[in-house]
C-alpha cells in the first residue's frame, strides 16, 4: 500500500525535534482526524539553514514531514514556499488516494512557520 520512501521516512524520520530558538514556528492541525504537526526553521540569510518537526500522526503525516524537512532545507524562502503538498507526496512515490490528505499537514506547517517568521521580521 505504501511505497518504499515512505515506509523509510515512517520508520526513520529525518529531522525530528524541536528547536528551541527557532526563527519561525508553524502549528496546524487536520480538524478531520486530529493530528497535528508542529514545525521549527532557523532562517539566515533568507536560505532555511535548519529545520525540525514534531508530528502526532498517522504514517503517512510522519513520513511527508520528514520528506519535507529534507526538501526545505538549504532551499530560499521563495523555494520552500513553493513546496506543495504533491510535491511532498509525488517525491514519496506517492500516497495512496485515502492518504494524500495527510500530506497537507506537512505543506501547511512549512508555510506556517515561514509566514511567522516573516510576520516577525516585520515587527
Ligand atoms: Fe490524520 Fe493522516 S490520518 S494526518
Do not use: Q
Not at 518537526?53 to 498517522?58: D, E, N, R, V, W
Not at 514531514?65 to 538549504?74: P, V
Not at 530560499?76 to 512515490?93: H, S
Amino acid at each position: 500500500m505504501y511505497s518504499d520512501k515512505v515506509m523509510d521516512h515512517f520508520t526513520n524520520p529525518r529531522n525530528v525535534g524541536e528547536i528551541r530558538d527557532a526563527d519561525g514556528k508553524g502549528s496546524v492541525g487536520n480538524p478531520v482526524c486530529g493530528d497535528t504537526t508542529d514545525i521549527y526553521i532557523k532562517v539566515k540569510d533568507g536560505i532555511i539553514t535548519d529545520i525540525k518537526f514534531k508530528t502526532f500522526g498517522c504514517g503517512a503525516a510522519i513520513a511527508t514531514s520528514s520528506m519535507i524537512t529534507e526538501m526545505a532545507i538549504g532551499k530560499t524562502l521563495e523555494e520552500a514556499l513553493e513546496i506543495t503538498r504533491d510535491g511532498v507526496a509525488n517525491e514519496l512515490d506517492g500516497l495512496p488516494p485515502k492518504k494524500l490528505h495527510c500530506s497537507n499537514l506537512a505543506a501547511d506547517g512549512l508555510r506556517a512557520a515561514i509566514e511567522d517568521y516573516l510576520g516577525k521580521k516585520k515587527e
